[in-house]
T-cell receptor
Framework: DGGITQSPKYLFRKEGQNVTLSCEQNLNHDAMYWYRQDPGQGLRLIYYSQIVNDFQKGDIAEGYSVSREKKESFPLTVTSAQKNPTAFYLC?????????????FGPGTRLTVT | AQSVTQPDIHITVSEGASLELRCNYS??????LFWYVQSPGQGLQLLLK??????LVQGIKGFEAEFKRSQSSFNLRKPSVHWSDAAEYFCAVGARGYSTLTFGKGTMLLVSP
């Protein structure tokens, strides 16, 4: 089955630690996205990548970093500089980087930082 | 830049009753419009999309939406709601030539027996 995998589903970290969230897709999509979801805030775009080895900041990139070394992988690192990292993180992909196209979403990772 | 407004944070509908969720967008050119549904703790699933052509769009699970340019709206409808439709619904807008979407803040649908 083609789709997007995010792991782990739940992640717990101590304040001051960096943490990396995994996102893998086997849909052969060019574009990938990271969103942050907080209650009542909808989805806010953190970073996106339209093609391998290239990525752009979204609306709330501060305190986050990404890489896109392989087409199927787009990991997100939440750094200690992110002031409020506790949230639900969603990864998505779309077939083209020149869209807009339907975005396919992973099941999400809930990060809790204490 | 485009924006999306979903005026209703929560809506409660009786099972079997009809449903309409509102979505208003702001964008100067022809928008690309989407409705997604999210069950608690899950990712989003596409219900339907509008790119061009017929302004009444049919989607999955019996949902439909109508694009009204004059009202800058793309409201989601279902004639008879089932308890399993209880979820959060997001409207999103995209612009030609750009891969990113702008999402509304969502409407939580509660279904009463």
């Amino acid at each position: 089955d083609g789709g997007i995998t995010q792991s782990p589903k739940y992640l717990f970290r101590k304040e001051g630690q960096n943490v990396t969230l995994s996102c893998e897709q086997n849909l052969n999509h060019d574009a990938m996205y990271w969103y942050r979801q907080d209650p009542g805030q909808g989805l806010r775009l953190i970073y996106y990548s339209q093609i391998v080895n290239d990525f752009q900041k979204g609306d709330i990139a501060e305190g986050y970093s990404v890489s896109r070394e392989k087409k199927e992988s787009f990991p997100l690192t939440v750094t200690s500089a992110q002031k409020n990292p506790t949230a639900f993180y969603l990864c998505a992909s779309s077939i083209s980087g020149t869209g807009p196209d339907e975005q396919y979403f992973g099941p999400g990772t809930r990060l809790t930082v204490t | 830049a485009q924006s999306v407004t979903q005026p209703d944070i929560h809506i409660t509908v009786s099972e079997g009753a009809s449903l309409e969720l509102r979505c208003n967008y702001s964008y100067g050119a022809t928008p690309y419009l989407f409705w997604y549904v999210q069950s608690p703790g899950q990712g989003l699933q596409l219900l339907l999309k509008y790119f061009s052509g017929d302004t009444l769009v049919q989607g999955i699970k019996g949902f439909e939406a109508e694009f009204k340019r004059s009202q800058s709206s793309f409201n989601l409808r279902k004639p008879s709601v089932h308890w399993s439709d209880a979820a959060e619904y997001f409207c999103a807008v995209g612009a030609r030539g750009y891969s990113t979407l702008t999402f509304g803040k969502g409407t939580m649908l509660l279904v009463s027996p």
